[in-house]
């Protein structure tokens, strides 16, 4: 087992970086439009990126999602990744690490991530699956979820959902019944607040209004339209001859929610939201950003930059702040409350499926924000001119 899980994790990178591992269908992040201001009343150069989550600010809503560890291939990745979350201020999470639980001997290539990021928000992580007993194995211990914590001193614990990745895996782990009442009982016990992960079929809003009453303190949404984790099983079985397992695979490669979708579904638990899968630039971040999303995560563009050097995720990142901000500017946004405030057209395929779900009051109001900021505030103005006061502009509409 443990040298099984230890291959695995080699695979993993090597067959991300050389095989495509993406959905065939985009995540649909074009047909989320930001509504352009003509005079935005905004400098470049003056926006401000930072952001609240769990109760630490961050430099910018961009985040590293989960991508390695478990294999010494994978230390300078995590350095890479690490030195970069502490230059620029970004929350940082790190892959499963349960191949260092079940030996010992891999901690330092996840526990690198502190060592190079003393300052930076870290993010242990564990998978779903393992919260109870599986054929293969037992259930991880309290003892076992707390040193995966204390191996990165994590400021958070991301439990990751990946029923499809275990379902299309060769060796997976098959059993799902009785999580969610173990993942509450993890919520009430452990040290750290938990994240909800999904790892690239997203979150609907009954599942999400479910991972609220198993107390968790946040949902990365983890849509389709990225790396899919089928795909990705799909081509190790290739590589292992398992043809059978590669065509399940390959047939699910496009299965699940893709993330702007997931996005507004989710908003109904009213938690804070990451959205991961399919994040290409700093447009999309923006996109994100704006349909209700707290910080946004990336996870193969960081892990082929990770592996060619810190310089690459540097530039990746210089690149990405300077796309989100001039999305910002365009959208008259000094700053991201400001953005999670602005108007969103939503369109095309994504507009279909939402509707069909029931959120046509949603796509109208986060169309016309700022009609309903102005319309309130000319409200509040009226009554006080009504008073004999003389009269003030009105954002946007004096
Ligand atoms: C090679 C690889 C390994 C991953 N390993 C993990 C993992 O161990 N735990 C996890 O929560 N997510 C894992 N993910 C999922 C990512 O965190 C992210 O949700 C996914 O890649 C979608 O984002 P993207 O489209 O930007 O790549 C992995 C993704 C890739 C490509």
């Given at each position: 087992?443990?040298?099984?899980?230890?291959?695995?994790?080699?695979?993993?990178?090597?067959?991300?970086?050389?095989?495509?591992?993406?959905?065939?269908?985009?995540?649909?992040?074009?047909?989320?439009?930001?509504?352009?201001?003509?005079?935005?009343?905004?400098?470049?150069?003056?926006?401000?990126?930072?952001?609240?989550?769990?109760?630490?600010?961050?430099?910018?809503?961009?985040?590293?999602?989960?991508?390695?560890?478990?294999?010494?291939?994978?230390?300078?990745?995590?350095?890479?990744?690490?030195?970069?979350?502490?230059?620029?201020?970004?929350?940082?999470?790190?892959?499963?690490?349960?191949?260092?639980?079940?030996?010992?001997?891999?901690?330092?290539?996840?526990?690198v991530v502190r060592e190079e990021a003393p300052h930076a928000f870290l993010i242990a992580n564990i998978g779903a699956p393992q919260l109870i007993d599986q054929a293969r194995h037992p259930a991880f211990t309290r003892s076992q979820i707390e040193?995966?914590?204390?191996?990165?001193?994590?400021?958070?614990?991301?439990?990751?959902?990946?029923?499809?990745?275990?379902?299309?895996?060769?060796?997976?782990?098959?059993?799902?019944?009785?999580?969610?009442?173990?993942?509450?009982?993890?919520?009430?016990?452990?040290?750290?607040?938990?994240?909800?992960?999904?790892?690239?079929?997203?979150?609907?809003?009954?599942?999400?209004?479910?991972?609220?009453?198993?107390?968790?303190?946040?949902?990365?949404?983890?849509?389709?339209?990225?790396?899919?984790?089928?795909?990705?099983?799909?081509?190790?079985?290739?590589?292992?001859?398992?043809?059978?397992?590669?065509?399940?695979?390959?047939?699910?490669?496009?299965?699940?929610?893709?993330?702007?979708?997931?996005?507004?579904?989710?908003?109904?638990?009213?938690?804070?939201?990451?959205?991961?899968?399919?994040?290409?630039s700093g447009l999309d971040v923006a996109r994100a950003v704006a349909l209700g999303a707290t910080v946004v995560g990336m996870g193969f563009p960081f892990l082929?930059?990770?592996?060619?050097?810190?310089?690459?995720?540097?530039?990746?990142?210089?690149?990405?702040?300077?796309?989100?901000?001039?999305?910002?500017?365009?959208?008259?946004?000094?700053?991201?409350?400001?953005?999670?405030?602005?108007?969103?057209?939503?369109?095309?395929?994504?507009?279909?499926?939402?509707?069909?779900?029931?959120?046509?009051?949603?796509?109208?109001?986060?169309?016309?924000?700022?009609?309903?900021?102005?319309?309130?505030?000319?409200?509040?103005?009226?009554?006080?001119?009504?008073?004999?006061?003389?009269?003030?502009?009105?954002?946007?509409?004096?």
């Amino acid at each position: 087992m443990t040298d099984e899980i230890k291959q695995r994790k080699l695979e993993h990178i090597t067959l991300a970086l050389e095989e495509g591992i993406g959905v065939s269908q985009r995540a649909g992040w074009g047909d989320i439009h930001l509504v352009h201001q003509a005079l935005p009343e905004v400098d470049l150069d003056e926006i401000d990126t930072t952001v609240t989550f769990l109760g630490r600010r961050l430099a910018c809503p961009v985040m590293i999602s989960a991508l390695t560890g478990g294999h010494p291939e994978a230390v300078t990745i995590n350095r890479n990744l690490a030195r970069a979350a502490e230059r620029y201020g970004l929350a940082l999470g790190i892959g499963s690490q349960r191949a260092a639980l079940v030996n010992p001997s891999l901690a330092p290539t996840y526990a690198v991530v502190r060592e190079e990021a003393p300052h930076a928000f870290l993010i242990a992580n564990i998978g779903a699956p393992q919260l109870i007993d599986q054929a293969r194995h037992p259930a991880f211990t309290r003892s076992q979820i707390e040193e995966a914590i204390a191996m990165i001193q994590a400021d958070a614990l991301a439990v990751h959902m990946n029923a499809l990745q275990e379902a299309t895996q060769v060796e997976g782990d098959r059993r799902m019944r009785g999580v969610a009442a173990a993942l509450r009982h993890l919520t009430a016990e452990v040290s750290v607040p938990v994240i909800a992960k999904e790892t690239g079929a997203g979150v609907c809003r009954e599942q999400a209004l479910l991972l609220r009453s198993c107390g968790v303190a946040a949902i990365d949404v983890g849509g389709a339209g990225g790396s899919s984790m089928s795909a990705l099983e799909a081509a190790r079985a290739r590589a292992h001859g398992e043809t059978q397992a590669q065509q399940i695979g390959q047939l699910y490669r496009d299965w699940g929610i893709p993330t702007p979708i997931a996005l507004v579904e989710a908003s109904v638990a009213g938690l804070p939201l990451i959205a991961t899968g399919g994040v290409r630039s700093g447009l999309d971040v923006a996109r994100a950003v704006a349909l209700g999303a707290t910080v946004v995560g990336m996870g193969f563009p960081f892990l082929k930059a990770a592996s060619e050097s810190y310089e690459r995720v540097c530039a990746l990142l210089e690149q990405t702040l300077t796309e989100l901000k001039i999305a910002m500017q365009l959208s008259g946004a000094a700053n991201v409350p400001a953005l999670q405030q602005t108007d969103v057209v939503v369109s095309g395929e994504t507009r279909t499926w939402l509707s069909l779900r029931g959120f046509d009051e949603e796509l109208r109001t986060l169309a016309n924000r700022r009609a309903r900021a102005g319309a309130s505030q000319a409200a509040a103005t009226g009554a006080w001119m009504q008073r004999g006061k003389p009269s003030a502009p009105v954002d946007g509409y004096s």
